[in-house]
């Protein structure tokens, strides 16, 4: 149950089987720093480069493939004082004619209020003049090595996690992944200061942040898709395109979790789905979608 | 400003340019039964055929092409005390080869106890034995008279509404429709006792009950999809397949609304969008998915 | 076995339940002229309104619900020396972000030369000087009245045929269409003198036209999508977004047509598709895209 | 100019930036073997694992990031006697609740027949006694190792090519990647001695083979998408999902080549393919899927 403090010297573009920046234990709690999207830390230096450079990899002594990781987020805190974001709607969210009507992107600048709780934009259209954003920091981009030895682009996500900027995965929440490499190779980094559903701008208020977190090993625990608890509610994502298939995948999966783990068979999990479930559209902007399907823990 | 009421001889199942059951002007209030999506009323006879067969249509006096037909959703009261659902998740809200470890859906029967406000199995399995589910009366179709003299079978929807089966059209709800046939041709029916997002197993607890509605006319005003209001909300639906193509349809008429009507202009209104919107999954079972995009009113 | 000739006086947009313009038999032959998809006729009036006004329906007697109409096309003859199509690719055919490069759509001239058996655009480009498109004429939007009363727009089409675009409705070709409504009411119209895959600029060369052709009544058969028969090959339609759902009811009516009319069961059906099957990309352009499955008659 | 032969030691389940196993110069031509989708070789041994063991890479001097490489189908030779299939469409091919009506897929026996240039299957259905398929090998999977130091598993594909297993890539095809790593690290394997369209039973006649190809670097070229180029036709591949997003890439891809280097703009490019483009569905089951967009070079 060591805690260790973490400020990375290099980062990575890809999750995949890298050389593990530490070794951890089981139990152990580690804070780390992270930059943002395009690589800027807590000084505004930019050692990382796109896309959404990593922190990491952690090796979980213990962690073997066909085991879980868990992963409880404990605190997320912002480190600078500013942020950025896209000023239009990305071009996939509107009607593909509605596009001519959008101004390409441009980087826009945020100031990050920390004390204040909240972040603004550094130079406001009129129509936003007094506009603040209550800080609700998430995760952005994290997750473990896949399997087959496999590195794929921090831009994109799949079963082992990766960029699925769910602006549920704050401060609060465990995280479960299935482990595919030896000693797991955790990544984290692309911290949001605040997000809507669906990163529909591209981003969210993209910032450096310290992030602590707390890993726990579960041994022989197959899952297919990374998995959420909260103090209220269970949930489970699913990343693909279209967003109809991340929805597939995320269903599924809450459903293998019913029969799994909740002494529920197809039908009794169905009859409670049916009545009990909320989806969150996590992000349509990646490469891959993420889609969340939460059941509140009243129902089970 | 009349009160009426209406008991149905006749349904329909399409929604379309059909000959009105009631003239009513602008202000007027309707209390109006409805049949359960396969025709079965209040006193369990089956006036109604299938699919979702439409109480209505209503001819709103001085609403034409062009304008909007807003409804304010009163009260829905259940009318018997039964329910049914399908008992398995649908086909097409799993990874398809999981389709295989799926019985074939079967109609299930639901006791409806609106004095206790809640829904049960009729016959539970064991895993949900004094399993309850509030009630939260919905519309599951409702919509008016599409463009072109078109005639649409409710179980799809469209520009005009239709069968979204979303379960933020309950009581206390104004929705918004854009007219395209005199007198706009208001139906509705389909209701629903309680359902989770995206009408995951086919139905929500499917039943007869009472709707009283309050209808007003807003001249020119040209809206592309259904708008709705709640005292804490703002929401706009897209209807389409794949679930994406009904995201952007919704996220577009978010945009067009807060353009045209708050101050926006496309720079703010993503500003804004990017850290506010909420998106629902209605349903994903129907021939057209629905969507809702939604923003608190305090952020407005 | 009546040979008959028909000249609209009236169109209609949507694909519908409505008043025959002819009663015709089982076997007999209709000559039809056809506007083009604005509504423009031979003479360059413009008799009909857009979307895609429709000739007919044409009731053929003996035609009942259950059963299936086919319809052999003959001959499909320019009869005018102009057609038009778009200027641009179509916004959803081409990756989002791309869109603002593509200059917004404008109407463009081209000049029919049916002795030459060519079409060339009137006002062509430099890098297009000399450009000739060799005359292909086809059906774009083609079929019978839907089931339940429906009357849907010919923009869009469905398992009753509609705007399917599909360059491979052309004569010589039989297609079978489910009958829903007494008298089939079959409608015809959009005819286009050439178009490639996917109707990815949004039109074909859009022309008026005469159609010739056959019809004749199979009694109690149960088809789901059209169908058409060449003299080498049989292919399925299915119309529906996205492409791959298209696909996917395209693929399932082929599947169902071999196992009832060609001695095949799953398997043997599946093994046989897997080598066989070809697929054309009718349209990606409509509210529903089109796809066709194909397989040679000499794998039958 | 030198030739070189290559029989494999160990194979690759992914497409990354792994050692060389040879290293050839611009203009070399290699025979390699290769194995099967299981990792079954010529001998029956299976020396591969899954899915789709990869011979090679091949570094290719000169070949730097930025350029393009061009390889040269010349030859594709069965090695074996002996191929496999899928008994049964894939889950995703047909409607979703379909799926209930197909038994679950078995790996079923081929006999190759190469000196008749047929195979058949070992244990026919009687439906399927005397049924042969005419030989036309293809090579499932190829590529380059992709950008930012990516492994991606050989189930999948991407702008560097993958498992897009389209029958177009066959012997006389030449066929460019766009190069992100030094040395381009060129990977084959996965050969199917025939398939149809979309490889919709999740395979196509699985087997062993020998392939001889040519490479050539093409310096300081940017293509977004594999390309291809046929004695009769110029081809630009997607892969994605859903269906309508590998087209859409297709599409883009064919339209800056056509900008780029046959002299058009956007509108006379779209003219053009409006007229010309012809699409193919090499593949609805990997989990990108592929779409081939080819015009014939008698337009270009």
Known sequence: MTYHTFIPEHYHNTIGWHEPVMFIDDGDTVCAETADAHGFDRHGN??????????????????????????????????????????????????????????????????????GGVARLAEPPPRLADWTVPLDPMIGCFGVAPALGQAWSTATSGPYGGNMDYRGFRAGVEVMFPVAAPGALFFLGDVHAAQGDGEIVGTGIETSAEVEFTVAVIKRKQIGWPRGETPDEIFAIGNARPLDQALQHATTEMLDWLIADHGHDAVSASHLMGMAVRYDVANVFNPNYSVACRIAKAWL
Do not use: C, H
Not at 47 to 62: A, E, I, K
Not at 68 to 82: F, G, H, P, Q, Y
């Open 46 to 115: 930019q050692p990382g480069g796109r896309p959404n450079p990593m922190t990491g990899p952690f090796y979980v002594r213990g962690a073997d493939p066909g085991d879980v990781l868990k992963v409880a987020i404990n605190r997320i805190s912002m480190t600078r004082s500013s942020g950025w974001t896209f000023s239009t709607l990305a071009a996939n969210v509107v009607d593909p004619a509605v596009v001519r009507r959008l101004p390409a992107p441009e980087k826009v600048l945020w100031i990050i209020d920390s004390d």
